[in-house]
Nanobody, 129 residues
Framework: QVRLVESGGGLVQAGGSLRLSCATSGRTFSSDAMGWFRQAPGKEREYVATISWNGGSTHYADSVKGRFTISRDNAQNTLYLQMNSLKPEDTAVYYC??????????????????????WGQGTQVTVSS
């Protein structure tokens, strides 16, 4: 069974930091692009960031650029999202995803969710003001 399991969420004050992890099992994603989405209450799921299969290329939503860093450790089958300078508007459930149709960054990954083949169950991030 393929599983993506996020962890590291929690409650943090504005300006603080959190590091999310996504551990994968059941198949290897070391040749696939991966990414993060988030969904705030009452809002649609929103693209956050993607990373190529070897970590050589990354892309971020404008809303998180300069504050978040996506990375991966293929030897550990783990995807990360380092979140700094957190704002209350970053409050959401964060999901990791895998794109088995692509090794790299592609435009479709920033447009909707259809490109994401596998999803984790999500981890809650709450930023207080």
């Amino acid at each position: 069974q393929v599983r993506l399991v996020e962890s590291g969420g929690g409650l943090v004050q504005a300006g603080g930091s959190l590091r999310l992890s996504c551990a994968t099992s059941g198949r290897t994603f070391s040749s696939d692009a991966m990414g993060w989405f988030r969904q705030a209450p009452g809002k649609e799921r929103e693209y956050v960031a993607t990373i190529s299969w070897n970590g050589g290329s990354t892309h971020y939503a404008d809303s998180v650029k300069g504050r978040f860093t996506i990375s991966r450790d293929n030897a550990q089958n783990t995807l990360y999202l380092q979140m700094n300078s957190l704002k209350p508007e970053d409050t959401a459930v964060y999901y990791c995803v895998a794109d088995v149709s692509s090794r790299g960054i592609r435009p479709a990954q920033t447009m909707g969710t259809r490109w994401a083949d596998y999803w984790g169950q999500g981890t809650q991030v709450t930023v207080s003001s």
